[in-house]
């Protein structure tokens, strides 16, 4: 059974950092699009960072700059380093990992930023 284990988030004053991880299980990690989703109170679910198997990044622009994602191929994770976290970072931010023709999801971990 194919598994999404997500593990950071908290709160943190505007400014501070968290950092996320999800751990991909490893029947599929080596073939997957990893990435991080983010779903603010009331809105809709978006994409934050991704990364391939061959380390092709992308990232939402409002978040470039401030936010790192990395894969170790290793441990069968992918992280999200989050520096300089805004208000409107909050949100439950979700892992997904892309394989094939599927998709899974992990279960959320709430990111909550004071001003």
């Known amino acids: 059974q194919v598994q999404l284990v997500e593990s950071g988030g908290g709160l943190v004053q505007a400014g501070g950092s968290l950092r996320l991880s999800c751990r991909v299980s490893?029947?599929?990690?080596?073939?997957?699009?990893v990435g991080w989703y983010r779903q603010p109170p009331g809105k809709q679910r978006e994409l934050v960072a991704s990364?391939?198997?061959?380390?092709?990044?992308n990232y939402l622009d409002s978040v470039k700059g401030r936010f790192t994602i990395s894969r170790d191929n290793a441990k069968n994770t992918v992280d999200l380093q989050m520096n300089n976290l805004k208000p409107e970072d909050t949100a439950v931010y979700y892992c997904?990992?892309?394989?094939?023709?599927?998709?899974?999801w992990g279960q959320g971990t709430q990111v909550t930023v004071s001003s």
């Open positions: 490893r029947s599929i990690f080596s073939g997957s699009i």
């Open positions: 990364i391939t198997s061959g380390d092709t990044i």
């Open positions: 997904n990992a892309k394989f094939i023709f599927r998709e899974y």
